[in-house]
């Protein structure tokens, strides 16, 4: 029987990590996180996430050394837990990625039509009261079809592609941070908070869950790492994905707030283009910043591409979901058949449009938490090392704690009538599939 092909190194693994994690909402909804904190209250927040997640990573990297298999989550609860649960967890995992994929391919659409206004014309038809334009969506299509392309073919052209896009961002994000540390003021910062400053961090916070998903893809691909390759490698990869991805953050909302006065851009949309032309009075900084965000979210729809049609290749596996899903292309060595059902299932959420994509994007922060804190629990089960256990507990509080943040009602911003209704309708699909699969047997 066929095998995934055996080609990632460390830089593929960080950058398939970055990448995940890093794609265009610093651009797309910064206005959000400047009004839910303010500058400081922001960066705090990113930066305090980068921190209480650093349990949570290395867990993800004892994982992957001890049981490198794609279904991550599910591999992992399935050493102390129920089947079910176990399929539940990957699967609610398998929505955290996948959403990723339309939203993307929707903002490709969004850039182009900033840079182009022009491109907004040919209306088709409108979901919600937004329009879908006909050269909006050939554009989505076109990035959907070419990500798909490459993953057919084979990781190691996945893999190359991710990690000479994750340098160009790196490189191009460097521009923007000195560009307004040479030219920004502090008194722009002012005032440093949005409201009282523990409320500030406190809103931000809970979407930091879905800004920072990408480092435990790491073990998604971790079947197809080269020969030799294993062991600490995964944990460095994935511990380099945590501090570059949590710092960009920080960096790049106080890039922003120190170009200009911070609460002129509540509302703007993409506000981090609109910051650095006030700043300089020009063009082309914007231009520069939305060729990034182009990459960055070409990237982040890459990376999460990888890790849904791993996770859900290792169902089909399995025999979780009808083992279809689970063949590998004798050429290519690649998912092929789970490659070709995510294309369609994100070429479908791109037909529906950003609007109804909303509610489910704030499901999947919920949704990595919950991953996360699957991961923790299992692993603080199965270790004896009194170290190690406290390590995985502290992991398991703030997983638990962000997934709280959305479920329960005393909290602001928690999980309104929509995306209730977004989670319960990815969990029956799911069921039914799972069903379908014993069905057959």
């Known amino acids: 029987m066929a095998t995934l092909a055996h080609k990632l190194f460390t830089r593929?693994?960080?950058?398939?990590?970055?990448?995940?994690?890093?794609?265009?909402?610093?651009?797309?909804?910064?206005?959000?996180w400047l009004a839910r904190g303010g500058p400081a209250g922001g960066m705090l927040a990113f930066a305090i996430g980068g921190v209480l997640l650093l349990p949570v990573g290395?867990?993800?990297?004892?994982?992957?050394?001890?049981?490198?298999?794609?279904?991550?989550?599910?591999?992992?609860?399935?050493?102390?837990f129920p089947?079910?649960?176990?399929?539940?967890?990957?699967w609610i995992m398998l929505l955290a990625y996948f959403i990723v994929c339309p939203w993307e391919a929707v903002a490709i659409g969004k850039l182009a039509a900033y840079l182009y206004p022009s491109i907004d014309r040919l209306p088709l038809y409108s979901v919600a009261g937004h329009t879908v334009f006909l050269p909006r969506l050939m554009l989505g299509v076109a990035m959907t079809l070419l990500l798909a392309f490459l993953n057919y073919r084979g990781i190691r052209a996945s893999a190359t592609f991710q990690r000479w896009i994750t340098s160009i961002v790196l490189l191009l994000f460097a521009v923007i941070v000195l560009t307004s540390t040479a030219r920004g003021s502090m008194a722009n910062f002012v005032p440093e908070f949005h409201g009282s400053p523990l409320l500030s961090v406190f809103l931000t916070l809970q979407i930091v869950p879905y800004f920072m998903t990408g480092f435990e893809s790491v073990p998604k691909?971790?079947?197809?790492?080269?020969?030799?390759?294993?062991?600490?490698?995964?944990?460095?990869?994935?511990?380099?994905?945590?501090?570059?991805?949590?710092?960009?953050?920080?960096?790049?909302?106080?890039?922003?707030?120190?170009?200009?006065?911070?609460?002129?851009?509540?509302?703007?949309?993409?506000?981090?283009?609109?910051?650095?032309?006030?700043?300089?009075?020009?063009?082309?900084?914007v231009r520069i910043i939305l060729a990034m965000a182009f990459l960055g979210l070409t990237q982040c729809f890459n990376g999460?591409?990888?890790?849904?049609?791993?996770?859900?290749?290792?169902?089909?596996?399995?025999?979780?979901?009808p083992r279809a899903f689970g063949g590998v292309h004798p050429e290519f060595l690649t998912p092929h058949v789970a490659v070709i059902a995510i294309l369609v299932m994100t070429l479908v959420g791109l037909l529906l449009g950003d609007s109804l994509l909303v509610?489910?994007?704030?499901?999947?922060?919920?949704?990595?938490a919950f991953g996360w804190l699957a991961a923790c629990v299992s692993f603080f089960l199965v270790e004896r090392n009194a170290r190690a256990r406290l390590i995985s507990?502290?992991?398991?509080?703030?997983?638990?704690?962000?997934?709280?943040?959305?479920?329960?009602?005393?909290?602001?911003?928690?999980?309104?009538?929509?995306?209730?209704?977004?989670?319960?309708?990815?969990?029956?699909?799911?069921?039914?599939l799972h069903l379908a699969a014993h069905g057959k047997k």
């Open 221 to 285: 691909a971790a079947e197809e790492a080269a020969p030799g390759f294993g062991g600490q490698r995964f944990f460095r990869a994935i511990l380099m994905a945590l501090f570059v991805g949590a710092g960009f953050y920080v960096l790049c909302i106080g890039a922003v707030a120190f170009a200009t006065p911070w609460q002129g851009l509540l509302g703007q949309k993409f506000a981090t283009a609109v910051a650095f032309e006030r700043l300089l009075g020009a063009q082309w900084p």
């Open 83 to 90: 089947a079910i649960v176990s399929y539940l967890t990957g």
């Open 12 to 32: 593929d693994y960080f950058a398939l990590a970055f990448g995940t994690m890093i794609g265009s909402g610093w651009l797309v909804v910064m206005d959000d």
């Open 304 to 321: 999460n591409f990888v890790a849904s049609t791993r996770l859900l290749f290792s169902y089909g596996r399995r025999g979780t979901v």
């Open 393 to 432: 507990m502290m992991g398991a509080l703030v997983a638990l704690l962000l997934v709280l943040m959305k479920l329960v009602p005393a909290f602001p911003g928690h999980f309104s009538h929509a995306e209730w209704v977004a989670l319960a309708i990815w969990l029956s699909v799911g069921l039914f």
């Open 58 to 80: 290395w867990v993800y990297g004892k994982w992957v050394e001890r049981l490198p298999d794609a279904a991550g989550e599910a591999a992992y609860a399935a050493q102390v």
């Open 359 to 368: 509610p489910v994007t704030e499901v999947g922060s919920m949704a990595s």
